[in-house]
């Protein structure tokens, strides 16, 4: 979770401002590096008034792309830093802040853009973004129309005699935005994904030893995904998992997100008896019985936990929430058994969101396809190769559980007392990272119990783990995935 950042104080402000004197004093001449941006999959945005705005405007805003650079300049150069004050310096001179200029010129001229449902709404069909991986999508079907695709170009100058700066500083961060960023919302799931041929692989390239020679190339001090975060912003880590297949650039994501989803929803098994029944199941993982239990709320075949011991006093249990917030609970009640009384039927629905009233928390998993570049043209040709890139974040200390209005609720008095319930439990560290114990029945099917055995993360011995991160890494899913057998 990213924290606010220290600012410098007077001295150091007074050293900022001297390098940026002398910068500017140095002599009239610049140094500017253009470079022609595609991007490759749907720009979408997560409000209705950023959408309309931007649309009629400009969807390439150098604004935009600024604190995209500042933030990936952080996740890359950043990891070199142990504290925000060592970091907010050096972010000072390359980036400014309100009381310096910065040195650094962003400039965004487009040259194409396109409505993925066409100018005209009534031209719009499903079936131009149905080879979308849906599960990133669903929320902006409505307006999906209105994604955009384009090209534009981005022009950066600086003083000449802070080129070396240019290229030791902010070179990696437009690397790491271009490959592992992108433009709008849903980003760390594969929208607004771009294409640069000077710092996008080409596709004889070996994925891996392209982002090792270019992590060393720009002396990055990346960590590993197995050791304690030290950093109080997001790193981008050392390793990177790929699957070796190249494809087209939708099927490549599609792919990806398909292993994550099936992951997250991790189902019971179906008795063979129902195997014809699409219904889905009861999950693998804690929530949804911790709920149950805490809120006394559930249909008589629900009773029973098939997740944590509800012998003992159970406690709150929530690591998917590792994966990002908010989530959201929505029971499916049986509407056989709606006339039955609160105790005997599904909770109501609800959301899990950080502690400090921030509404969303991004995930620190990146899972999109890398478009990778033609050696022959210099034109992207729609190729792509699935990644799942991870940025070591800080834990998360409190969450909170509230209830949320559906409009079906007939039991508001006993909604208003869930609420007031639900209000007084704390979810701290501990449940966020739970080191728990499944019933004997069921500790086969506990999704942080998948062991280590990917070389790629440099383990070899099956463990338990409390990181919902790592279990997912390692993952029978994951493996298939990375070894091209999925």
Not at 28 to 33: A, E, N, P
């Amino acid at each position: 979770m990213e924290r606010s950042l220290v600012l410098p104080n007077e001295e150091e402000k007074q050293n900022i401002a001297s390098i940026l004197l002398k910068a500017a004093r140095a002599d009239d001449k610049s140094f500017t590096q253009e470079y022609t941006i595609h991007v490759v999959s749907p720009m979408i945005w997560g409000d209705e008034g950023s959408r309309e705005s931007i649309i009629d405007d400009a969807p390439f805003r150098s604004t935009s792309i600024r604190g995209q650079l500042r933030f990936w300049w952080r996740a890359t150069r950043g990891a070199a830093y142990d504290n925000t004050a060592e970091l907010r310096k050096q972010e000072t001179i390359l980036f400014g802040d309100p009381d310096f200029p910065s040195p650094l010129k962003v400039v965004v001229k487009e040259l194409e853009k396109r409505l993925l449902g066409g100018e005209e709404k009534k031209n719009y069909e499903y079936s131009r973004f149905s080879d979308l991986p849906r599960y990133v999508t669903f929320p902006f079907q409505e307006s999906m129309r209105e994604a955009v695709y384009g090209t534009f170009k981005l022009m950066i100058t600086v003083p000449s005699d802070m080129k070396e700066t240019y290229e030791q500083e902010i070179c990696p961060a437009i690397w790491a935005w271009i490959n592992f960023g992108g433009i709008g919302a849903r980003t760390r799931r594969g929208c607004g994904s771009l294409y640069c041929q000077q710092f996008s692989p080409n596709e004889n390239e070996n994925i891996h030893a392209w982002y090792q020679h270019k992590a060393s190339s720009y002396k990055l001090e990346l960590p590993s995904i197995q050791t304690e975060s030290k950093h109080e912003w997001p790193v981008l880590c050392s390793q990177l998992l790929c699957n070796p297949h190249k494809d087209s650039f939708n099927d490549a994501w599609k792919r990806v997100i398909t292993v994550y989803k099936n992951f997250r929803r991790l189902p019971n098994p179906k008795p063979k008896k129902e195997t014809a029944n699409k219904k889905p199941r009861r999950s693998f993982w804690p929530e949804a019985d911790f709920i149950r239990k805490y809120t006394d709320m559930a249909e008589p075949d629900h009773k029973n936990s098939q997740t944590l011991d509800q012998v003992a006093e159970v406690q709150p249990a929530f690591p998917r929430a590792q994966f990002g917030l908010p989530i959201q609970f929505q029971f499916k009640c049986n509407r056989s058994k709606r006339h039955l009384d609160e105790k005997h039927r599904e909770p109501y629905k609800s959301e899990l969101i950080p502690a400090d009233n921030k509404n969303r928390l991004a995930s620190p998993l990146i899972l999109k396809a890398l478009a990778v570049g033609s050696t022959a043209k210099s034109k992207w040709e729609g190729r792509g190769q699935a990644i799942i890139a991870v940025l070591k974040q800080p834990k998360l200390k409190q969450l909170s559980l509230r209830l949320v209005h559906d409009g079906h609720s007939s039991h508001k008095r006993h909604w208003k007392n869930i609420q007031r319930k639900l209000e007084r439990l704390s979810i701290t560290e501990e449940h966020i990272y739970p080191d728990y114990q499944y019933l004997e029945k069921y500790s086969h099917r506990n999704p942080l119990q998948h062991g280590y055995s990917t070389k790629q993360l440099g383990a070899t011995e099956k463990s338990s783990t409390t990181s919902a991160i790592e279990a997912f890494l390692s993952s029978k899913e994951v493996i298939h995935w990375w070894s091209n057998r999925s």
